[in-house]
């Protein structure tokens, strides 16, 4: 049985069949868009709030991180548009997965381990 096989049954967990080959060019430059927008005020204002995106927690300005929706990993930019706030609870377990495969993880739990 082939690795695809066994993830839509639901053998394999997305760790084994998702496979990343992210740019390092682009990574390392998305990385310092994000250092960057971390210094402005728009950036400081989403921290001033004190919410994660995911959760709807109130935390502290030092308690939330910058999360990128879709992973620098997976072609996501530094963007405005892209980045949100976020605990660091919310930020470990969404990993490297976009929201779409949070929700199927969530949706179907069985297949995932």
Same mark, same amino acid.
């Given at each position: 049985?082939? +690795? ?8 394999? %967990? ?9 740019? $390092? ?7 310092? +868009? ?20 995911? %959760?709807?927690? +109130? ?11 879709? $992973? ?12 949100? $706030?976020? %605990? ?5 377990? +969404? ?13 179907? $739990?069985?297949?995932?381990?």
């Amino acid at each position: 049985m082939t +690795k695809r096989e066994k993830a839509l049954q639901g053998e394999i %967990c997305a760790g084994e069949w998702l496979d990343i080959n992210a740019d $390092p060019v682009h990574v390392k430059r998305e990385r310092e +868009k994000a250092r960057q927008l971390r210094s402005t005020d728009w950036w400081r204002a989403q921290l001033d709030k004190g919410v994660c995106h995911y %959760c709807g927690g +109130k935390f502290s300005r030092e308690e939330l991180t910058l999360d990128h929706i879709i $992973p620098v990993s997976r072609g996501g930019r530094s963007v405005r548009s892209n980045c949100v $706030p976020c %605990c660091k609870q919310c930020n470990n377990d +969404k990993k490297f997965y976009t929201p779409a495969e949070r929700i199927l993880a969530n949706l179907f $739990p069985e297949g995932n381990s």
